[in-house]
Nanobody, 123 residues
């Protein structure tokens, strides 16, 4: 099994910055794609940013130029630097990882999610 633990959320004023971090642990052989999603009240979870193992990043249009995703393969972590935050960025953010997992004598691919962390942008 694999666990993802998010940290770094909270309350920030418009125009401010937050850095979210997500650490993966458990029976990990290799982590492939990682990403951050967000969910607004009453809405489906949506992709904010994703990053491949080799560092290629993809962003949702509304966060381009404001958010930066990065990862550390040695530490099994992914981060999301969020700058110039807006009230409409307020949401619960989730970390996701596609992981090659080992169990006994075999391996398998599985997707894991963190529990979510609240980001609130308000004055």
């Amino acid at each position: 099994q694999v666990q993802l633990v998010e940290s770094g959320g909270g309350l920030v004023q418009p125009g401010g910055s937050l850095r979210l971090s997500c650490a993966a642990s458990g029976s990990i052989v290799r982590i492939n794609d990682m990403g951050w999603y967000r969910q607004f009240p009453g809405k489906q979870r949506e992709l904010v940013a994703s990053i491949t193992r080799d560092g290629s990043a993809n962003y949702e249009d509304s966060v381009k130029g404001r958010f930066t995703i990065s990862r550390d393969n040695a530490k099994n972590t992914v981060s999301l630097q969020m700058d110039k935050l807006k009230p409409e960025d307020t949401a619960v953010f989730y970390c996701k990882a596609n992981v090659l997992v080992y169990r006994q004598t075999s391996t398998y691919n599985a997707r894991y999610w963190g529990e979510g962390i609240q980001v609130t942008v308000s004055s």
